[in-house]
């Protein structure tokens, strides 16, 4: 079965702090690993996705076979990175599923 | 380029109604799925489409049927709502399951009274 946990619902950090999103995940085999953010007001949008190892906006994640997690790192929090963010996985179901989220708010 | 619509952007229903939520692309994707968003729970897969005429359940698919006679459409029917069917839905497509960017519509409140 496929799974992702997000254990923290709400983030709160200042403005040029770093920010880490934690995102664990169950699967048997090789997982797609993603992270989608969603904008007050506005439709989720991929963020970035493991296969292609990029930097968005200044986060980056990378993918711990080990340890089962694909955190999101930002190494200086910005106000307009405030959003709800979301982890999800897509094994060999061809399902995407997604984790519960957290709400990341950055304060000045 | 439209994307990913969905209509209508906002609905009440009472207990017992029937509606149907539409939802349309314009990319020529084969994947399609439909969401709930709820406080607490995040994204929940209801039904997806890995090509028209196929359908298969998610994780929460009771209360809901969809049909994918088109690549284009991918409705999501809600034979006899009930209040624990309020929620925000939102309908997505990709071009294939793996490794694609899922596009997603701008959502539908949906109110059971």
């Known amino acids: 079965a496929q799974r992702v946990t997000q254990p923290e619902k709400l983030l709160s950090v200042f403005k040029g702090a770093p920010v880490e999103l934690k995102c664990n995940y169950s699967y048997s085999g090789s997982p797609e690993l993603f992270w989608y953010v969603q904008y007050s007001r506005q439709r989720l949008q991929l963020l970035l996705r493991h296969i292609s190892r990029e930097s968005i906006k200044g986060f980056t994640a990378d993918l711990n076979k080990g340890e089962t997690s694909f955190h999101l790192k930002k190494p200086f929090a910005q106000e307009e990175d405030s959003a709800m963010y979301y982890c999800?996985?897509?094994?060999?179901?061809?399902?995407?599923?997604f984790g519960k989220g957290t709400k990341l708010t950055v304060n000045p | 380029n439209a994307g990913v619509t969905q209509t209508p952007k906002f609905q009440v229903l009472k207990t017992g109604q029937s509606m149907t939520l539409q939802c349309a692309q314009d990319m020529n994707h084969e994947y399609m799925s439909w969401y709930r968003q709820d406080p607490g729970m995040g994204l929940r897969l209801i039904h997806y489409s890995v090509g028209a005429g196929i359908t298969d359940q998610g994780e929460v698919p009771n209360g809901y049927n969809v049909s994918r006679s088109t690549t284009e459409d991918f409705p999501l029917r809600l034979l006899s709502a009930a209040p624990s069917q309020t929620s925000v839905y939102f309908c997505?497509?990709?071009?294939?399951?793996?490794?694609?960017?899922?596009?997603f519509g701008q959502g539908t409140r949906l109110t059971v009274v």
């Open positions: 997505a497509s990709s071009y294939s399951f793996a490794q694609n960017e899922a596009f």
């Open positions: 999800a996985l897509q094994g060999g179901s061809e399902k995407l599923v």
